[in-house]
């Protein structure tokens, strides 16, 4: 196929450098920053570098903050070729998808939002990796007019590029899942690194430390957008959490040490069961039809 990546960050540059390593397709970039695209091309990580002419393209990946995908896609959709399919890694899709496919419509060409379960703590091009996406979960957000052989297609793409489980589910049913799966995790780790004692931490922290602080580094720009445009999901996920941390506070303030010990019982337990629940599950998971 013939592709265009437009944002060549840590995503979009990823993506890039994954189908540059493991297919045949042609890649051409386009980046808001041109000596970005320029160093791609420079390190032959893409073909070439796009124009705002979209035409010829068989897949173009849109791999911007969800306002910026609204707007390049108002910008560019007029250009591109009956028959084209159009993919973004938004994390978070409210009313993405249907404003997508009504611009998309009169043009033929087909609208798929996507959001790929990977990431570092670190943004940008620099960081991109080819291997980002190796055993990852990738997740599709079809609308009632999306056809059944451009999910095909692009689930067949994402699995050239490393990722290995793949949720075909609602844009509505995605973002509650991902207030609880990404979004409380980061809001989490943001909240514990206020804590003063961070300051003398250096030689008392080992795994636990780094595994709930390392995404405390995230982009403060991408992440608030993500985090308003899910509110509501997010506030539900966040009071859940803070009634569960009460119920520790609480053991712990009247000195119960059998109720500490059942919440950490409670606990261990289920999370056993969503290993195990994960380990049942198949590669492929539909969940248009389920609810919450």
């Not at 707007?71 to 249907?98: F, R, Y």
């Not at 599709?140 to 290995?164: C, S, W």
Request: charged share 25%; with cysteine.
């Amino acid at each position: 196929m013939r592709i265009l990546i437009a944002g060549l960050g840590l995503i979009g540059g990823s993506i890039a450098k994954a189908l540059h390593a493991y297919t045949e397709h042609s890649v051409d970039g386009w980046n808001r920053t041109r000596s970005v695209a320029k160093k791609a091309q420079e390190e032959q990580v893409i073909d070439g570098i796009a124009t705002d002419d979209c035409s010829g393209y068989d897949m173009i990946v849109v791999c911007l903050y969800p306002a910026h995908i609204r707007q390049w896609m108002h910008d560019h959709a007029k250009t591109m070729s009956e028959g084209t399919i159009v993919i973004d890694v938004s994390g978070v899709k409210t009313d993405l998808p249907d404003e997508m496919d009504e611009l998309c419509e009169p043009y033929g060409v087909h609208y798929l939002s996507c959001h790929p379960m990977a990431g570092k703590e670190r943004a940008g091009y620099d960081v991109s990796d080819e291997d980002l996406y190796q055993g990852a979960n990738f997740i599709m957000t079809p609308t009632e007019k999306t056809p059944k052989h451009v999910i095909a297609q692009v689930k067949n793409l994402a699995h050239q590029i490393g990722f290995r489980k793949f949720v075909i589910t609602t844009p509505a049913m995605h973002d509650r899942m991902i207030a609880y799966t990404s979004q409380l995790a980061h809001v989490v780790s943001s909240s514990y690194v206020e804590s003063p004692v961070i300051e003398l931490e250096s030689g008392f922290s080992g795994g636990s430390f780094h595994d709930m602080t390392r995404i405390a580094t995230m982009n403060e720009e991408m992440w608030t957008e993500l985090f308003m445009e899910n509110r509501e999901s997010l506030l539900t996920e966040l009071e859940t959490l803070i009634g569960n941390l009460e119920e520790y506070r609480k053991a712990l303030a009247a000195n119960n040490e059998q109720q500490v010990y059942d919440l950490i019982r409670k606990g261990r337990l289920r999370k056993e069961q969503n290993l195990e629940n994960r380990r049942r599950s198949p590669a492929t998971i539909d969940l248009r039809g389920k609810k919450l």
